[in-house]
């Protein structure tokens, strides 16, 4: 911080400088050399900024990692990270993909970057509005230099909304909200097209390589070729898995990595495991990377699932919340809490279950009060909704963070707050469909967990290495105390009936993590404090920002791939956007008839 200060300074001095050039280039030569030394001194005696690894799962469920007390999905390199840093037990994102990728990006819950309602769709000439400032944008200002891998979904239809553009150096992936693994063709509402990139350009070559390992292999090289002289690194690595793919194959992974897992009799449950699986060995092979490199003393890696799983064959796909209520875009516990742990030596108290409260909005300002962003930060909090709980997280003290938004979205006509040991619901966002309890619960006998397979995993053997692993009977202790049981059975109880815009309903969430006894009549000052302040958080809500396909996004007018289609058209005619609706049912049409047949 020092550095920029001193080179501000700079300007007004040189304007007072009234001599000849000769005296102001030796006055400025003196001034650098001064400068110089005085930074490098600052680097010598400052402690490195951490390297910050931030891995992103797509829909992974509460109950679908082994820490959480599942012994079902084989996670043991997720698990070892866990055990030896923090389990996040009551963190919070956003129940569905963009809404909570633009808050892990701004700071801000989606209701004020217009970010709210559903996801972003391909065709739509939207993203995560240009004068938002950026997580990586954010942390290039402090000296990192940022990559991402995978997935981004927060806007392509121009150039400039794409990660190249946004702070990132490189970027291996994909722009929208999901692809097959191995074709990297994306299938959405009729339209279809090729979505991978490196960088800005199409990438072709990597056709029939499995998704995850493309995303693993970038991670890997960029460490690899990560120099000192770089700053520290920001990597983001966004993993496909274990969202499902395309109609025609919804659970693509390999039958090699199916059988593995033939102790699971649902064979579609088994396949979304063996996708989970191939996410957990790339988290395996990032931290062996950041060890090769002797860049892992000096990590801070988070873990974190976007938002709830989608079980039960909600959008194909065969997740696990249980005994959470809810899936994947509702405002139940089992859309909203997620897997979540963040692992580092500079944690002074590790090995730990963090029972506070996060919101994924507050990881903008804690990584950069990690980062030592403080002056930034000081600026910026005022227009933050995210919380810096650094401190919470080094130190083990008490948490800022007390209330948590889950969104307001007036279209389907749903809103949820949690304050404090309280959360109050209100609305549904499938006319009840998806508001009860999915399973399954897979096995959660303690005895069948494989504690060796946690030892024996990369990054078990890492967290040995650095002796951070804790005991077995410390893991036994942390795991059991971040497994969620409900009372009695967990369709018991008092249920909340909810409809689109009905009465609200509240929930003891903390005593009742499972959503099962609606308190709402018998605590109805309870209920009336959260409705106040919802309204009051409602008057700062903007317009959410969804706009109808624009059917020239077609991949067909661009060689069958999505593309940046708004830097290819005048969208400064209002006439011609409106006749591109009446185009919309004729491309579908086509699309329907002739284009696409599976
Ligand atoms: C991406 O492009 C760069 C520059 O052309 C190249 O060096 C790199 O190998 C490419 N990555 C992949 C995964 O194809
Ligand atoms: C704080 O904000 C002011 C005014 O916008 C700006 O000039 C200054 O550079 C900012 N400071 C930091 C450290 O970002
Ligand atoms: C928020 O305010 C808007 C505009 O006044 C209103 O239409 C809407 O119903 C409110 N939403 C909630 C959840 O209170
Ligand atoms: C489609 O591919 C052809 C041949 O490579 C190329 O000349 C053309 O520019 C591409 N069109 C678009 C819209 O990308």
């Known amino acids: 911080m020092k550095y920029t200060c001193v080179q501000k300074g700079g300007g007004p001095i040189r304007q007072g400088f009234n001599s000849s050039e000769a005296h102001t280039m030796q006055f400025l030569l003196l001034f650098w050399l001064l400068l110089s030394l005085l930074n490098a001194s600052e680097t010598a005696n400052a402690p490195a900024k951490p390297h910050i690894i931030f891995i992103l799962a797509d829909d992974l469920g509460f109950n679908d990692v082994g820490f959480h007390g599942s012994a079902q999905i084989p996670t043991p390199n997720i698990d070892a990270l866990a055990y030896s840093g923090i389990i996040l037990n009551r963190y919070y994102v956003a129940p569905i993909c963009t809404p909570s990728r633009s808050a892990l990006m701004t700071g801000k819950y989606p209701i004020h970057t217009g970010m709210q309602h559903s996801v972003l769709y391909a065709a739509e000439p939207r993203g995560l509005p240009l004068h938002e400032k950026i997580l990586p944008q954010y942390l290039n200002d402090l000296g990192y230099t940022s990559h991402i891998a995978g997935k981004w979904h927060l806007g392509h239809w121009k150039l400039e909304y794409t990660p190249l553009y946004r702070g990132f150096s490189s970027h291996v992936g994909f722009w929208s909200g999901h692809h097959d693994y191995n074709d990297h063709t994306a299938v959405e509402k009729h339209l279809w097209g090729l979505d991978m990139r490196n960088g800005t350009n199409v990438a072709y070559n990597l056709h029939g390589q499995y998704t995850t390992d493309v995303i693993t292999r970038h991670s890997v090289s960029v460490i690899a070729n990560h120099e000192a002289a770089m700053g520290p690194l920001f990597l983001y690595v966004s993993h496909a898995a274990g969202h499902s793919g395309n109609p025609y194959n919804p659970l693509p992974v390999s039958d090699d990595d199916v059988m593995k897992l033939n102790h699971i009799i649902h064979y579609k449950r088994r396949r979304y495991a063996a996708m989970v699986a191939k996410m957990d060995d790339s988290v395996g092979q990032i931290v ?80 950069m009060e990690a980062a030592g962003g403080h002056a930034a930060l000081a600026n910026l909090s005022q227009s933050l909704d995210g919380m810096s709980i650094w401190k919470t997280l080094v130190h083990d003290l008490p948490s800022p963070r007390k209330t948590v938004l889950h969104n307001i979205d007036d279209i389907w006509g749903s809103a949820a707050l949690t304050v404090g040991d309280w959360k109050m619901i209100q609305g549904t966002n499938y006319n009840g469909r998806w508001d009860g309890w999915y399973g399954p619960a897979g096995e959660r006998d303690p005895h069948l967990y ?149």
């Open 288 to 367: 062996e990377q950041l060890r090769k490199k002797n860049m892992l003393e000096n990590s801070i890696i988070v873990f974190s699932s976007d938002n709830g799983g989608p079980a039960q064959g909600f959008n194909l796909n065969f997740a696990s919340n249980s005994p959470l209520r809810g899936v994947k875009n509702t405002l139940w516990e089992g859309g909203v809490r997620a897997a979540g742990l963040v692992w580092s030596p500079l944690l002074e108290k590790r090995r730990r279950v963090l029972d506070e409260t996060m919101h994924i909005s507050d990881w903008l300002p804690t990584l």
């Open 450 to 598: 494989d504690w060796n397979l946690v030892l024996k995993s990369r990054s078990g053997k890492e967290m040995v290495g650095l002796n951070m692993l804790p005991s077995r009977a410390d893991q036994q202790r942390l795991r059991a105390a971040a497994t969620v049981t409900c009372q009695g059975g967990s369709t018991q109880g008092a249920s909340c009936v909810a409809t689109a815009f009905s009465a609200p309903c509240l929930f003891r969430v903390r005593d009742d993590p499972c959503e099962q006894f609606n308190l709402a009549e018998q605590y109805p000052k309870v209920l009336e404090l959260l409705r106040a302040e919802l309204q009051h958080i409602n008057t700062t809500v903007v317009p959410p920002s969804n706009q109808p396909d624009d059917p020239r996004a077609s991949p067909m007018y661009f060689n069958y791939t999505w593309t940046n289609f708004g830097d290819y058209y005048d969208y400064t005619n209002e006439a011609v956007l409106k006749q591109s609706s009446v185009l919309m049912d004729n491309v579908e049409k086509t699309a329907k008839n002739k284009v696409i047949k599976f």
